[in-house]
């Protein structure tokens, strides 16, 4: 069975950092986009960033760009996102998906999710 399982989140204060996981398994990772979704209850699910393999691309929202880093540890079938000058606003369940082949916006479109890590951010 195909699983992802996000770790990494916490309690973090303002201005700090914060990196969270995306374990991959039960499929051919290099052959899969992982995307990484936030989202607060009430509010719709927001696409932050997406690594493609297959591309060799990476693309980012604009409310992140520039503070949010994603990467992948091939070995390890793990993707990162490393996040930097967090503020409150930053605060969610982050989620990861994958989708085959090729990075897309809308999250619905992705076939596989993992269950979330919370972060928080005070301010």
């Known amino acids: 069975e195909v699983r992802l399982v996000e770790s990494g989140g916490g309690l973090v204060q303002a201005g700090g950092s914060l990196r969270v996981s995306c374990a991959v398994s039960?499929?051919?990772?290099?052959?899969?986009?992982i995307g990484w979704f936030r989202q607060v209850p009430g509010k719709e699910r927001e696409g932050l960033s997406c690594?493609?393999?297959?591309?060799?691309?990476?693309y980012y929202a604009d409310s992140v760009k520039g503070r949010f880093t994603i990467s992948s540890d091939d070995n390890k079938n793990t993707v990162y996102l490393q996040m930097n000058t967090l503020e409150p606003e930053d605060t969610a369940v982050y989620h990861c998906?994958?989708?085959?082949?090729?990075?897309?916006?809308?999250?619905?479109?992705?076939?596989?999710w993992g269950q979330g890590t919370q972060v928080t951010v005070s301010s």
């Open positions: 039960g499929l051919t990772f290099d052959e899969y986009a």
């Open positions: 690594i493609s393999k297959s591309e060799g691309s990476t």
């Open positions: 998906a994958a989708l085959y082949k090729t990075c897309m916006v809308w999250g619905y479109t992705y076939d596989y």
